[in-house]
């Protein structure tokens, strides 16, 4: 089934010339069934390429997904037009009022800059406490899920000596979850990170579950018990030469960047890496839209906070 976006996105052309099903406005105004309303808050600096990596994860479900577009303030961005985002994206009083199936948070550039020293946290605290209330369920990615721990949970992240960059073997730790079906014992995902968190005390945390870590990488998928919250602690929308294209832009800055690990063949970048992410990538999107949004949101998204939990 599609997902449903402003046909002017140029998002849409790029999708569609990948034969993913995009459906247009006045075609989705005429379907019998409620779509899931997904709100994206993009805070990367890059907007039109996140919107299309996540957008082509959202694609691969078979239900029809409403999405929309937050940004988390109106300043001008130095990597996006202005036309672009007064277009497509909204503002948190736009929303607030709303319930919605998902939401998704994507990661951010910030580094090993201190919560309270981000020019737009306490919006974000708004959003995060928002949404515990007018969403189904969230997934905060990378950056946005580090600060999820720290706003809701209390949980501090460490900032490690070396960047983590690279494609990492992952390790399944519960067997039943539904989030996990489908998922073979081992996996790959991509990271690029300074920041990470005690797997001790995600594991010791009451209200927290790990489901997926690796022994370089650390914590990657995390729920809440009631599932309400999903954080993954790595890049799994990442297009095949992202890491590159990150590497070759902090090669250009004299960052001295390291190679991303286990990415380019035989460590040579002048080689064309190869993706070893993208079904699972896939399949955890699928699952977490049917089993922690799809089978327990409401039909009416206004009796949201009386919605059943999933066991």
Request: some cysteine; charged content about 25%; proline content about 5%.
């Amino acid at each position: 089934m599609p997902i449903n976006v402003s046909d002017q996105m140029p998002a849409v052309d790029i999708l569609r010339s990948e034969n993913i099903f995009v459906m247009s406005e006045s075609r989705a105004s005429t379907q019998q069934i409620r779509p899931m309303k997904v709100l994206l808050l993009n805070l990367m600096p890059n907007k039109i390429e996140t919107e299309t990596q996540i957008l082509r994860l959202l694609s691969n479900t078979p239900l029809q997904i409403d999405v929309e577009f937050l940004r988390i303030h109106n300043k001008e961005s130095k990597h996006t037009p202005q036309d672009h985002m007064n277009s497509f994206y909204r503002d948190f009083d736009e929303v607030k009022d709303t319930n919605f199936d998902g939401l998704i948070i994507t990661g951010a550039p910030l580094g090993d800059i201190d919560f309270d020293d981000v020019i737009y946290w306490q919006q974000i605290k708004q959003i995060f406490d928002w949404s515990q209330q007018h969403v189904t369920s969230t997934l905060f990615l990378c950056w946005a899920a580090h600060a999820a721990f720290y706003h809701l949970y209390g949980l501090e992240r460490f900032i490690r000596k070396q960047k983590i960059t690279g494609v990492f073997l992952h390790h399944r730790r519960k067997i039943h979850d539904p989030l996990l079906r489908g998922f073979d014992d081992q996996f790959f995902v991509p990271h690029s990170r300074l920041a990470q968190m005690d797997i001790g005390h995600l594991n010791d945390h009451p209200q927290l579950e790990v489901l997926a870590d690796s022994p370089e990488a650390g914590a990657y998928i995390v729920v809440s018990k009631d599932r309400r919250n999903l954080f993954v602690l790595g890049h799994p929308e990442y297009n095949v030469t992202t890491l590159a294209d990150e590497y070759n832009r902090d090669l250009m800055g004299d960052l001295s960047p390291r190679i991303p690990e286990n990415y380019f063949p035989n460590d040579d970048t002048t080689k064309t890496p190869q993706g070893s992410w993208r079904s699972h990538a896939n399949l955890m999107i699928n699952n977490w839209l049917n089993y922690y949004v799809y089978q327990i949101t409401p039909y009416d998204l206004s009796d949201l906070n009386t919605k059943t939990t999933l066991e």
